[in-house]
């Protein structure tokens, strides 16, 4: 396994659009591009992603999908810790994953909030 080659895959239980959403994280002091399907975290230097798919009803999750190729294993750790404790400080629930190359859990991402 390259020390470079990672994924994050996972929700976000967000109730509300994608806009407010980008807010609550750049307050955090996450970078954040809002696109038109999705949220793009930590540009320019990850294609980490809050995907917008299908998020016609409140309980509706974002799709959390990020590449971590290229990038080192603790630098997307921390992209992730950094997202959980921004999530957890305005109880939004989530649940995902940061693995490496052969899919094996690296480290799992889950609030305490329900969702």
Known sequence: ???????????????????????????????????????????????????YVGNIAPDSPFTVDASGYGIPLGTVEDWCTQLAACLDKQAIAYDYGHFDAQQDVIREYTSQSSH
């Open 1 to 51: 396994m390259s020390e470079s080659d990672s994924f994050v895959q996972g929700n976000v239980f967000y109730g509300a659009t994608k806009e407010d959403l980008a807010q609550l994280l750049s307050a955090a002091g996450i970078p954040v591009v809002v696109g038109p399907w999705k949220l793009t975290l930590f540009e320019p230097y990850a294609h980490f992603h809050l995907r």
